[in-house]
């Protein structure tokens, strides 16, 4: 038995009632990841059912966030598991061949040069405080196929390693650094185009 | 040398896995003359340290963006 183990009666309490208190950033970390306001409802409420029956395991160790965070991540991975097997990979939109990927942004007649070379975003930083900017990356974001999506949460909002987004979707790592590039490459030419040289 | 497709996914790897040396090198060597490269390499960057900026990830009272 690990010390964490022994209840700490007041860390208990206060994690019952400080629980509610994070609900609201829950529902938001789920929203992001799941595109999905029923089914991030209900990961939360799940989440909060959960975190309420293994209070005592809670120890005051980490923040009363972090720990329920990581109650949550489990939930949404398990969404992603079930989505992941619902939709095959096919109609997951994982779906063009790695030439048929490249295609669309290298050109093979030119020893695959970028067809568009990427431009130069001057200070990206500033665009983080522009709410307009925020609407282009969630309309972006949206964009990516679903597989690709999900990789790309586990790797970049929950920061899981990539042996461990292996496991969670069954596939190998070589599949899995695959999907986290295009996943970047989507992105990265969509904020390009809608944003960074449409201002 | 690499073509701008193997580094670009080389620099992407990077932010998965720990690169070879010598994949480190070519890439290097091919990022210090295309610019279109660099630019890449640090958009990407950029994406990373965005998404943790996410509106919907931040806590005004307890996270407070660094600024």
Known sequence: MSESSIPDAGAARSGAQGAALHREYLYRYAL???????????????????????????????????????????????????????????????????????????????????????????????????????????????QMPPQIARAFYMREIMGLETDEICKELSITATNCWVMLYRARMSLRQCLELRWFSAR | MLTCKQVSELVSHAQDRRLGWFERWRMHVHLRVCEGCRNFESQIGFMRRAIRRHPLLRDEDRDPPQR
């Open chain 1, 32 to 142: 992001l990841q799941l595109r999905d306001a029923s089914r991030a409802e209900d990961v939360v409420q799940e989440t909060l059912l959960a975190a309420m029956e293994s209070q005592d395991r809670f120890a005051g160790k980490s923040s009363l966030r972090t720990w329920l965070t990581g109650i949550l991540k489990h939930k949404i991975i398990d969404v992603f598991r079930k989505q992941a097997r619902e939709v095959p990979l096919e109609s997951g939109g994982a779906s063009e061949s790695d030439e048929e990927f490249a295609g669309l942004h290298f050109d093979k007649q030119r020893t695959d040069h970028w067809h568009t070379f990427p431009q130069t975003w001057g200070d990206p930083e500033r665009s983080l405080e522009d709410k307009r900017f925020w609407e282009v990356f969630d309309q972006c974001s949206k």
